[in-house]
């Protein structure tokens, strides 16, 4: 796979974008959330499947390095399971936005992305791994935890899926016919 320069800088501006808004994640989730998933989305859509990957495993490393969060360096078995739930969403958008005509594939492709994307975290996070692996000392937030990673990452993707679309719509991009 040989990367050309404009899915490069595409990928690039987006992961900058990605970093500054994870510099707010401690502010407040639905203020990341929607960035970093609008990134992602858009990066499948300018840079294609592999720039959008590329960002699914970046952004949980990011964003761990700048905000430090207690209950990833508790559970490092997460890393890999929001990687998975990025890419979920990234995959559904380029496998799914061709498939349901011009004005609803984006749209459609987001929602379904979102809707896997936080039942795969639901189930694997929140259902799983939380309740076996959080440390004694941390169960007391074990409720916020599953709510962060199930219903808010649906949440978050759905509100970036917007940005995403308007921002899309913004650049004057007819979506199906890249």
């Not at 990928?11 to 960035?35: E, H, M, R, W, Y």
């Not at 992602?40 to 390095?65: D, E, R």
């Not at 990833?72 to 979920?88: E, H, K, L, R, T």
């Not at 929602?111 to 795969?120: D, R, T």
Request: glycine letters at 6%; charged letters at 10%; proline letters at 6%.
């Amino acid at each position: 796979m040989k990367l050309k320069t404009k899915q490069l800088t595409v990928t690039s501006i987006l992961l900058a974008i990605c970093i500054v808004s994870q510099l707010f994640k401690n502010l407040n989730v639905f203020i990341t959330g929607p960035i970093i998933n609008a990134a992602l989305t858009l990066a499948t859509v300018y840079a294609g499947l592999a720039c959008g990957v590329i960002l699914s495993v970046i952004t949980p490393v990011t964003s761990f390095i700048i905000t430090g969060s207690p209950v990833m360096a508790a559970i490092p078995a997460m890393f890999p399971c929001i990687m998975i739930g990025n890419i979920v969403l990234v995959v559904a958008v380029a496998l799914l936005r061709d498939k349901f005509g011009k004005k609803a594939g984006l749209p459609v492709s987001i929602v379904i992305g979102s809707v896997v994307k936080a039942l795969f975290m639901g189930i694997v996070i929140a259902l799983i791994i939380l309740p076996t692996m959080l440390p004694p000392k941390m169960l007391p937030m074990l409720k916020v935890l599953q709510l962060q990673f199930s219903v808010t990452q649906l949440i978050t993707a759905l509100i970036g899926g917007v940005y995403a679309i308007i921002i899309c719509a913004s650049l004057h991009k007819d979506l199906l016919n890249q």
